[in-house]
């Protein structure tokens, strides 16, 4: 019989603890959680508030080390932040002093890519994310939404193989945020790449990812690992259907456990 060759996980987290020493004590913020996520996944993690979800994600962008366990990147243990893990924060990142397009550049240009390359990389950017005519307009001159745009097309500039998104469109108002989800699902449909989003929003949850994690509170483990069935059509108001609706009970229902076990 044929032995399949089964692809490595992109990012993989084996029994990874984290505490963390503070004046009143020791405070454990992840506890044995184990974890797999495929190349050009996304996987959306969930969980109540402060139960360590940002912790894991620092976790994988290296800004962090466990305290047991090991955290992979293509079979390779993480020692510290990487090119090829870009993180987009809630807070703007993009630099204010630089235009829209410098903005884009700085990455290609600080990783000496060549100038007609740099060139290409950021022409086609800006074109995808909608900005070509607001290419000479500083950071103070965009709305949220548009700075969050550039903030996503800086993120994809450098050529990452991860994107680790901590609850990036947390402070947009509503359809705004409607918007940027759409506008990063397009994004990756056009130039697919591994994410892992943090969210407190289970509907943004359930509208991006191919899979959900729902932690438990802290010290977080993995509550519920759910796979997402539904249509991936780029419009908000699938949000709405009967089996989208039924996944997002689901969920709640989890979240509103006041124990919930670790899953088996």
Request: with cysteine; aromatic share 6%; proline share 6%.
């Amino acid at each position: 019989m044929a032995v399949q060759n089964v692809p490595s996980p992109k990012i993989e987290l084996l029994g990874v603890s984290k505490t963390f020493a503070t004046p009143q004590g020791t405070v454990p913020a992840l506890a044995e959680t184990s974890l797999q996520i495929a190349t050009n996944e996304i996987v959306c993690i969930v969980g109540p508030s402060g139960c360590g979800k940002s912790t894991l994600l620092n976790l994988v962008a290296g800004f962090i080390a466990p305290s047991a366990g090991a955290v992979l990147v293509d079979d390779a243990a993480v020692a510290g932040p990487g090119a090829e893990r870009a993180v987009v924060f809630q807070q703007d990142s993009v630099f204010p002093w630089l235009t829209v397009e410098q903005n884009l550049a700085y990455g290609p240009v600080a990783r000496k890519v060549p100038a007609a390359e740099v060139s290409q990389i950021v022409e086609r950017l800006l074109s995808l994310v909608g900005l070509a005519e607001y290419r000479d307009l500083y950071p103070l001159q965009l709305s949220g939404g548009m700075k969050k745009r550039v903030d996503l097309a800086r993120a994809y500039a450098n050529k990452p193989a991860i994107l680790l998104m901590d609850e990036p469109f947390g402070a947009l108002d509503v359809l705004t945020r409607e918007e940027m989800q759409i506008e990063l699902l397009r994004l990756w449909q056009e130039e697919a790449l591994t994410i892992l989003f943090v969210t407190h929003d289970i509907e943004e949850a359930l509208f991006i990812g191919d899979r959900v994690v729902v932690l438990t509170p802290r010290p977080a483990r993995v509550a519920a690992d759910v796979t997402v069935s539904l249509d991936r059509e780029l419009d908000p108001r699938r949000k709405t259907s009967a089996s989208f609706q039924t996944l997002r009970q689901q969920l709640m229902d989890i979240l509103s456990q006041k124990n919930v076990e670790p899953a088996a």
